[in-house]
């Protein structure tokens, strides 16, 4: 080898090292900034868990604030997530059951949950398809028409909150009831 190809390939390596490093200091700032949102979304997170078990402890209904039945639940947690969060941690102490029986203040009776239907209808062993659970949801309730795509988003706040279990086959999405206790 001789001391021109020598000192070319030297230049190379230097230039390469160089790009390297510059490369991997601009991957560190990219994290650092990554890691200041997360934190920043974590501090949201935790005021929406404080608000939430704030609003466990009312015993008056009346006094939450008012949730549309009609919205999907995806809608409501854009709009206002500190409020959708504590309104649905609230509403979990109460069966679906006990829902549609309450009146709401125009005199008509509530709903119950489009998340606590498709629970309903997940079982234990069997993962089912969300389109399965639609067909099956538009069978049993006639008077709910949702959309594929809300029952979806249903189905995702139902895992983010831990009530189900989404398994992935191939490109098939499943989902189970998280077994209580």
Do not use: C, W
Request: glycine share 4%.
């Amino acid at each position: 080898m001789t001391s021109q190809s020598a000192s070319t390939l030297r230049s190379r390596y230097v230039a390469q090292t160089a790009s390297d490093l510059e490369e991997n200091r601009r991957k560190q700032q990219e994290l650092a900034e990554r890691i200041t949102v997360l934190k920043q979304e974590e501090g949201l997170l935790a005021d929406i868990l404080n608000l939430a078990e704030r609003y466990e402890g009312f015993a008056d209904a009346s006094r939450l604030p008012e949730q549309s039945q009609d919205e999907p639940v995806a809608a409501k947690t854009k709009r206002a997530p500190a409020r959708a969060a504590a309104r649905r941690s609230a509403s979990t102490k109460s069966t679906p059951a006990s829902r549609t029986t309450k009146a709401h203040p125009e005199g008509k009776s509530r709903q119950p949950l489009l998340g606590d239907l498709l629970a309903d209808l997940l079982s234990y062993e069997e993962p089912r398809l969300a389109k399965e659970l639609r067909d099956e949801l538009l069978e049993k309730h006639p008077d709910r028409n949702p959309t594929p795509q809300v029952v979806r988003n249903t189905l995702e706040a139902l895992v983010a909150k831990g009530r189900i279990r989404r398994h992935k086959r191939q490109r098939s999405v499943m989902y189970t009831l998280v077994k209580q206790g």
